[in-house]
């Protein structure tokens, strides 16, 4: 079998391994089968081919693992994620909407929602804005807001 399908399997398999463990170590280590397959496919020696494959996974550790594990485990406050990413954005009204309940469409999406305030209520086709999420129910208000 020749030396560059090896690294290439090698890569594969580290690759499989990481979508295990997470912890982007074995995915640098793919990397650095790929730097020993492309040396193979340049014909160079079996040792070279080593040497390439623990010199690009010693960058990859070094360099690239930190950078991608901070953009992967810190965030910043003005990071949104769930349904904070929701907020702000307007809604078509598909249902009735009063203080108890109705229905709105964002995009494919169909969601329940009520007024933000008792005594106001949005017709079919009205456009409104979300102000927060409760659950599984926006909290919409006019789109003017």
Same mark, same amino acid.
């Given at each position: 079998?020749?030396?560059?399908?090896?690294?290439?399997?090698?890569?594969?398999?580290?690759?499989?391994?990481?979508?295990?463990?997470?912890?982007?170590?074995?995915?640098?280590?793919?990397?650095?089968?790929?730097?020993?397959? /492309?040396? +193979?496919?340049?014909?160079?020696? /079996?040792?070279? !081919?080593?040497?390439?494959?623990? +010199?690009?996974?010693?960058?990859?550790?070094?360099?690239?693992?930190?950078?991608? !594990?901070?953009?992967?485990?810190?965030?910043?406050?003005?990071?949104?994620?769930?349904?904070? /990413?929701?907020?702000?954005?307007?809604?078509?009204?598909?249902?009735?909407?009063?203080?108890?309940?109705?229905?709105?469409?964002?995009?494919?999406?169909?969601? /329940?929602?009520?007024? !933000?305030?008792?005594?106001?209520?949005? +017709?079919?086709?009205?456009?409104?804005?979300?102000?927060?999420?409760?659950?599984?129910? +926006?909290?919409?208000?006019?789109?003017?807001?």
């Amino acid at each position: 079998m020749a030396a560059w399908l090896l690294w290439l399997i090698a890569a594969g398999l580290f690759a499989a391994g990481e979508v295990v463990s997470l912890d982007l170590v074995l995915l640098m280590f793919a990397g650095g089968a790929l730097g020993g397959m /492309t040396v +193979a496919l340049l014909g160079g020696a /079996t040792i070279l !081919q080593l040497v390439a494959f623990i +010199a690009v996974s010693g960058v990859l550790l070094a360099l690239v693992r930190p950078i991608a !594990q901070k953009h992967l485990t810190e965030r910043t406050p003005l990071q949104l994620d769930g349904v904070d /990413t929701l907020i702000g954005r307007t809604a078509k009204v598909t249902q009735e909407i009063d203080s108890s309940g109705g229905r709105i469409r964002m995009g494919a999406d169909e969601w /329940t929602a009520r007024s !933000q305030h008792s005594g106001e209520t949005f +017709a079919v086709g009205d456009t409104v804005r979300i102000l927060q999420v409760e659950g599984a129910t +926006a909290v919409v208000g006019d789109a003017l807001e």
